[in-house]
Nanobody
Framework: RVHLVESGGGSVQAGGSLTLSCAAS????????WGWFRQAPGKRYEGVAA???????TYIDSVKGRFTISVDSAKKILYLQMNNLKPEDTATYYC?????????????????????????WGQGTLVTVSS
């Protein structure tokens, strides 16, 4: 598995912006499927955005137009630019890599029309948005 380390979380007021980063420890072909998940207190994991191996991008409806996922393949860093943040965006955000068939009970998301799970996960970074 790929070791992933997130950074960039913090506290902002509604309407503010944050950029999350996720650095990967090594390079593999399957690494070029990346995703961001989030988990709000007391709620299930929610897939937020993903890039598939063909560089096709998927967003959930609630973040479209506000969040942008990107990857610097040379530096092995995944980003999530979050603008116009809302209190309902408050959650711990996790980056994930190496997508495949989701395992039982594993968080998954639909990427380019296919439900996928991810083998490698970061430790999470907390984003708090106040009203």
């Amino acid at each position: 598995r790929v070791h992933l380390v997130e950074s960039g979380g913090g506290s902002v007021q509604a309407g503010g912006s944050l950029t999350l980063s996720c650095a990967a420890s090594r390079n593999t072909a399957s690494q070029y499927c990346w995703g961001w998940f989030r988990q709000a207190p007391g709620k299930r994991y929610e897939g937020v955005a993903a890039i598939d191996p063909d560089s096709k991008i998927t967003y959930i409806d609630s973040v479209k137009g506000r969040f942008t996922i990107s990857v610097d393949s040379a530096k092995k860093i995944l980003y999530l630019q979050m603008n116009n943040l809302k209190p309902e965006d408050t959650a711990t955000y996790y980056c994930a890599a190496e997508c495949g068939i989701p395992g039982a009970g594993q968080p998954s998301m639909v990427v380019s029309g296919v439900e996928v799970g991810f083998e490698s996960w970061g430790q999470g970074t907390l984003v708090t948005v106040s009203s």
